[in-house]
C-alpha cells in the first residue's frame, strides 16, 4: 500500500509541485486513515527525490 500511496504522491507531483503536496495532505494531514504507512510513505518520497512533497498542514 505505501508503494501505491507513494506512486501517487509523486505523480501528482510531477504534474506540479502543489498537486502533489495536496495529493499528499489528502493522505496524512486531512485524514488519519492511513496513518500507518506514513513513515514507510515519507521514506519512499525522501529516496525518489520527491521531498518536498511532504508537508505538515
Do not use: P
Amino acid at each position: 500500500m505505501c508503494t501505491f500511496i507513494a506512486r501517487m504522491i509523486e505523480s501528482a507531483y510531477d504534474k506540479s509541485e502543489d498537486a502533489g503536496k495536496a495529493k499528499y495532505r489528502a493522505y496524512f494531514v486531512s485524514t488519519k486513515i492511513y496513518a500507518k504507512w506514513k513513515e514507510d510513505v515519507d521514506t519512499i518520497l525522501i529516496t525518489d527525490g520527491y521531498e518536498n512533497a511532504i508537508v505538515t498542514q
